[in-house]
Structure formats: structure tokens, C-alpha cells
């Protein structure tokens, strides 16, 4: 983690951003253990957003269809995923995007009820213990408020 972000800060230091330029850093949680979460939040400079999906990414894809609460393993993930879109494999999101954007309220609703659940038992969101978490919802947010709405 602390390696990309070092990456991003390189690639695109802040001197060189526009006032309104975002970063967001979507990672996911893997195998890393809490103290590399926290090293990557240390060197992470303001500007870049930090997003973490725990224990991967394809939590996000299977909040579209089901809440989930219960810690799952990076395999559990996609099992679950795969009872909703039998066909998917890692990266391929451009077949099954019409699907996720369909469905994508319902993983917004999902994505804020989980972020209470662990709020609620005190468990910090930048932790192993936030198993599943994902605040991949606040990227996808602000990529709709630049939509104009119909």
C-alpha cells in the first residue's frame, strides 16, 4: 500500500494539481496487515483519497445484490459474487457494468448500512477488523454528482 501510494505522490505531486483535481486510491485490503493500512494512511498526502475495500474489491460488486455483514475471505467474495454473476472474472467489469449500474443503489444502501454496523461497534473502518468494509460507494458518489441529472 505505502508503495503506491509513494507511486501516486510522484506521479502527480501536488504542485502540479489543479484546485479541483481528486485522487482517489482504491485498494484493496488483501492480506495487509493493520499496520500497513496505517503506514499508507501516514505517507498518504491530503490530496489523495484514500478507498479501501476489505477484504477486496469485489465486495463493492457483490453489495450491488446482498448485504453482507459477516467477514468474508478474499475466495468467499468471489464465491458469493459469482452465485449473482456466474460469469465473472477479475478485472472484466465491462460486461456486467449495465447489471452493477442497475443495481447500483441497492450497493449504496448496502455500502452506508455496513459503514453504520462498524461505527456502531466501534470498529475503525482503516482496520482488518472492518471485515467486509468497502468505502469504494464515496468514489462512485462524487463521480455522479458531475453528472448532470436528467
Known amino acids: 500500500m505505502k508503495k503506491l501510494i509513494e507511486k501516486i505522490k510522484s506521479l502527480y505531486p501536488e504542485k502540479e494539481l489543479q484546485e479541483n483535481d481528486k485522487i482517489f486510491c482504491v485498494l484493496d485490503v488483501d492480506n495487509d496487515t493493520d499496520e500497513m493500512i496505517q503506514e499508507a494512511i501516514r505517507v498518504k498526502p491530503e490530496y489523495i483519497q484514500l478507498n479501501l475495500s476489505n477484504p477486496n474489491f469485489e465486495l463493492w460488486l457483490l453489495l450491488h445484490f446482498a448485504y453482507h ?24 467489469i465491462e460486461s456486467i457494468f449495465q447489471t452493477l449500474k442497475e443495481n447500483e443503489n441497492n450497493a449504496l444502501t448496502h455500502t452506508a448500512r455496513l459503514r453504520n454496523y462498524h461505527l456502531r461497534s466501534d470498529i475503525d473502518l482503516n482496520s482488518r477488523d472492518a471485515n467486509p468494509y468497502t468505502s469504494v460507494d464515496e468514489v462512485v458518489k462524487f463521480l455522479n454528482s458531475l453528472v448532470p441529472a436528467p
Open 69 to 92: 455483514n459477516q467477514s468474508l475471505s478474499i475466495d468467499e467474495t468471489f464465491t458469493k459474487l459469482r452465485n449473482h454473476i456466474p460469469d465473472y472474472t477479475k478485472p472484466n
